[in-house]
């Protein structure tokens, strides 16, 4: 069993890389190999729409770009677990994980029957949020619909999907420093004290969960 941990995070150490680390953890502890890969140490675009992907007589579920995604493209398919996480930016993924969902997910996707996949099998997928809105809010600022529209896709195109999302986290260990003033930074080491904890408890569950047959 393979478990790759695909970080859309710019920042190592922090928040969405903390969780990831707690999931491959988890998979590591029901018997996987586990892999990180950090998205901002690579070069590479998202799909830029040269179809070579739905070109008669190619190789469809391929993606024909070549940078330093390709070697991590081509050996997706012998991945029996993926779990990406990312950051929510202007109400969405960071750039770079939505670059490589493109790349990633384009492929699959048949022209020729509306709704096909073109993956073979089932690969178990997961998706781990981090924001800085509370949960109370997530509804209202669209992000309960960001994350289902993921987890849909993921689930429709390679069979199953989980989301964990965790929100109000810490940003900096110095608030001082920024122009942060609408966050209170007592509140938030207060929460990155009593209830992060928990939240990679869940990460380090669904871990587990992406490792199990």
Known sequence: MKVIAINGSPRK???THMLLEKA???AK???AEVQMLNLFDLNFKG???CLACKLK???VTQCALKDDLTPILQSMEQIDAIVMGSPIYLNEVTGALRSFIERL???YISYDEYGKRLFEGEKKMAFVFTTNCPESRYEDVGYIRLFKGYEDLFARMFGHCKTLAVGETMQTNDYSKYH???FNPEDRRRRRDEVFPQECEKAFELGQWLAQA
């Open 13 to 15: 150490g922090w928040n």
């Open 57 to 59: 007589g190619g190789n």
């Open 24 to 26: 491959l953890e988890g």
């Open 180 to 182: 942060m003033a609408i």
């Open 105 to 107: 997910v384009f492929p």
């Open 47 to 49: 799909c830029i729409g």
């Open 29 to 31: 502890a029901n018997g």
